[in-house]
């Protein structure tokens, strides 16, 4: 029985109560910290050292404290409970650490885990927080555009059809506000597309605007331009934090994707312990508990069939693609929240690989 045991002093492997290897960490309680706070929920460095050398010597079972947190590791070596975890006080005189240091060190330790916890909250909380926003301002940004186009077809009707997208369709009343003011803009559409809309307002149906109906309509028009713009902003800045702390999820299915995944968990922590069936049904609670309910077909897909090779497959693939990368995104979502080994590239290969093979069978 090997069992492996980490405290304040390191990493301890023993047989049967005996040191057999072991690697201490620094006599500095914040560098001690900051390796015990990858504990949490993953391991440490040292950890995956002396497992990795004991799995080469043909140690094939290890006893640790929990065993969640060595599950990603892809080594043949199976991790179970220990009942009997090795005391620190005992490693400490085999290793001839003076005992009376030891509750001392164990302070100074916690002291700077409870700082650095305070002073240093999860990063993949404001990922969750963009993804709220984005979605309100969405959803304003829809609600003001349908305002906008009802209020403005009162004056300019045609240009409600000319016009399907909602942001070109504001920058235009926000820029002209009169529809007689049209003909003067210059804001880049492309010459034909502009001339459609010059014409169509020389000869609208619409009735004409008093100067403060073209004030107030323009306020509204340039609120939604803005909010377009903010989220853009916002976009962006969520590429950027993705790339940041989960580049393995953002390499392998997007930030937006990503994102969206790691939002619905509650953190990426929790998307990393989560199995990978679990994770391709994400988003789609409803239908999963009416499967429970009244025995109907369970969904295939929740979040993830947003993705392009999802979306766009055979429906009668799907089911299998899906459970593909979900078993990818696991993974992903294990290496950045516990590893930080970039393993994306040869993911993002297999699943491409899958793909092509999947849609040429059907």
């Known amino acids: 029985m090997i069992s492996l045991s980490t405290n304040v002093l390191g990493v301890f492997a023993l047989k049967e109560g005996r040191l057999i290897k072991h690697f201490t960490f620094s006599d500095n309680p914040k560098e001690i910290a900051k390796e015990f706070s990858k504990t949490r929920e993953g391991i440490c460095d040292l950890e995956e050292k002396i497992i990795k050398e004991l799995a080469g010597s043909g140690i094939n079972e290890l006893f640790v404290d929990n065993p969640k947190r060595f599950y990603y590791l892809d080594l043949d070596v199976s991790f179970t409970p220990d009942k009997n975890p090795a005391d620190v006080y005992s490693i400490a005189e085999e290793i001839g650490f003076d005992t009376k240091n030891i509750?001392?060190?164990?302070?100074?330790?916690?002291?700077?885990l409870v700082r650095t916890q305070?002073?240093?909250p999860e990063?993949?909380?404001?990922?969750?927080?963009?993804?709220?926003s984005l979605d309100e301002l969405e959803e304003s940004v829809n609600i003001l555009?349908?305002?906008?186009?009802?209020?403005?077809?009162?004056?300019?009707?045609?240009?409600?059809?000319?016009?399907p997208k909602n942001e070109i369709y504001a920058h235009i009343v926000s820029e002209a506000g009169?529809?007689?003011?049209?003909k003067e803009l210059k804001i880049g559409?492309?010459?034909?597309?502009?001339?459609k809309?010059?014409?169509?307002?020389?000869?609208?149906?619409?009735f004409e605007f008093k100067k403060e109906d073209a004030v107030g309509i323009k306020s509204i028009a340039q609120s939604i331009v803005s909010l377009h713009s903010a989220r853009t902003q916002t976009e962006k800045y969520l590429g950027n934090l993705m790339g940041d702390i989960a580049p393995n999820i953002t390499h392998l299915i997007g930030p937006q994707l990503g994102a969206r995944l790691i939002a619905k968990a509650g953190n990426l922590n929790r998307l990393a312990r989560l199995p990978a069936g679990t994770i391709q049904v994400l988003g789609a609670e409803d239908a999963f508990f009416r499967f429970l309910k009244t025995g109907e077909n369970p969904p295939k897909h929740g979040l993830i069939f947003t993705h392009p090779d999802i979306r766009s497959a055979n429906k009668k693939v799907r089911g299998r693609l899906s459970r593909t990368l979900a078993a990818k995104i696991a993974l992903a979502a294990r290496s950045d929240a516990f590893h930080g080994e970039f393993i994306a590239d040869?993911?993002?290969?297999?699943?491409?690989?899958?793909?092509y093979s999947q849609k040429r069978a059907s």
Do not use: C
């Open 189 to 195: 559409l492309d010459t034909g597309y502009m001339e």
């Open 118 to 120: 305070l002073q240093s």
């Open 123 to 132: 990063r993949d909380q404001l990922v969750v927080q963009a993804v709220k």
């Open 346 to 355: 040869k993911l993002l290969a297999k699943f491409k690989e899958r793909v």
């Open 178 to 182: 009169d529809r007689i003011n049209i």
């Open 197 to 206: 809309i010059v014409l169509a307002s020389l000869d609208s149906f619409g």
């Open 103 to 112: 509750q001392g060190l164990i302070h100074s330790v916690n002291r700077e």
């Open 145 to 163: 555009s349908e305002r906008l186009r009802e209020w403005y077809s009162l004056h300019f009707p045609e240009l409600n059809y000319i016009v």
